[in-house]
């Protein structure tokens, strides 16, 4: 079956302006995460839909948001974006990560790579 | 809060040579913990988990609660191994669940 697929690959913004990741996921997952990878902080954990219900949130400002539409498919948008939005933006999919050991599997996309100039 | 530590940035072994990749965490529930792969220009993948107790590739995990480590071993190292390896942490807040990753180890097998 068809992978975990972010759009797009690559994006290059300026300052201030807005930006719109989208992501797909496996068929049938209905969680959705959000990471931010960069090489000083590693990966960071943005946040986390389940069934379009934002259930989990990292430690990033509120310029970052997300939602997830009602076929799991979501998107994340950065506002207002700065130089240090500069990142890979990886989405992974569960099936359902309720606790159940073998649903919280977590299966990455190729990541968009966002440069902020 | 969760923690995951993975002390070194660079692993350089030679190939036939036994690996460990280190990994100590921090948390205060009962911890799933995983292994992560990420091969030059490939997505993340998932390496093995602490539940299955499986060898995945060669690779093996064992969780040891008391030192609160899950390092990561390999009797004979590959060329094919070089990547960069992450181990993460599910914690279950707020009704979701999130991976928190340790900084990687980038492993080098040279011949």
């Known amino acids: 079956k068809a992978g975990v697929t972010q759009t797009p690959r690559y994006l290059i913004k300026t300052r201030g302006q807005q930006v719109t990741l989208s992501c797909s996921p496996i068929s049938g997952h209905r969680s959705v995460s959000w990471y931010q990878q960069t090489p000083g902080q590693g990966l960071q954990f943005l946040f986390e839909?389940?069934?379009?219900?934002?259930?989990n949130k990292g430690n990033f400002p509120g310029r970052f948001s997300g939602r997830q539409f009602s076929n799991s498919r979501s998107e994340m948008n950065v506002s207002t974006l700065e130089l240090g939005d500069s990142a890979l933006y990886l989405c992974a999919s569960s099936l359902s990560g309720t606790g159940g050991t073998m649903n919280t599997e977590a299966f990455f996309g190729q990541g968009t790579r966002l440069t902020v100039v | 809060a969760q923690r995951v530590t993975q002390p070194e940035k660079l692993l350089s072994v030679f190939k036939g040579a036994p690996v460990e990749l280190k990994c100590n965490y921090s948390?205060?529930?009962?911890?799933?913990l995983f292994w992560y792969v990420q091969y030059s220009r490939q997505r993340l993948q998932l390496l093995l988990r602490?539940?299955s107790r499986e060898s995945i590739k060669g690779f093996t995990a064992d969780l040891n609660k008391g030192e609160t480590s899950f390092h990561l071993k390999k009797p004979f190292a590959q060329e094919e191994d070089s990547a960069m390896y992450y181990c993460a942490l599910t914690s279950f807040t707020g009704g979701g669940n999130k991976l928190t990753f340790g900084t990687g180890t980038q492993l080098k097998v040279e011949l």
């Open positions: 602490h539940i």
């Open positions: 839909y389940f069934s379009e219900t934002q259930r």
């Open positions: 948390y205060s529930g009962s911890p799933e």
